[in-house]
């Protein structure tokens, strides 16, 4: 087999979900999955794995998250009710989206 990025496959339970991806991403994500003759699903799930583990603000954050979660004096804000399943992070604003300015400074970056 060739050499790649993403290791052999571990099986583990798994949950369905649904995205979209833009055409040429498909394109290449089917040629990746040729090329290490493995699923789409388990090509995304280890392109998340290696995401998460090498974001080191989110694992910081995820920590921030826990030891907050484990205080049993914290107040339950009003975004965390129960039900509730919008994102927050560093990036989110109490509605679970990304400030404006923050998302356009991106596209100027980007399109730089």
Same mark, same amino acid.
């Given at each position: ?5 993403? +290791?052999q #496959? ?11 991806? =833009? ?7 089917y040629? =990746?999955?040729? @090329? ?5 699903? =388990? ?5 998340? $794995?290696?995401? @998460?583990? /090498?974001?080191? $603000? @989110? ?6 998250? /826990? ?6 004096? /914290? +107040?339950?804000? #009003?975004? $965390? ?5 919008? +994102?927050?992070?560093?990036? #989110?604003?109490?509605?679970?989206? #990304?400030? /404006?300015? $923050? ?10």
């Amino acid at each position: 087999m060739a050499s790649s990025f993403i +290791p052999q #496959r571990i099986k583990r339970a798994r949950q369905q979900i649904t995205v979209k991806l =833009y055409q040429d991403q498909l394109a290449r994500l089917y040629k =990746y999955g040729r @090329f290490i003759d493995d699923s789409r699903d =388990y090509i995304i799930s280890q392109a998340l $794995e290696l995401v @998460f583990k /090498r974001n080191k $603000e @989110f694992a910081r954050w995820v920590e921030q998250e /826990r030891k907050a979660d484990s205080n049993p004096e /914290r +107040p339950i804000p #009003r975004t $965390e009710s129960a039900g509730s399943a919008s +994102p927050s992070g560093p990036q #989110r604003d109490e509605t679970g989206k #990304r400030p /404006r300015a $923050e998302v356009l400074g991106e596209m100027q970056t980007k399109s730089a």
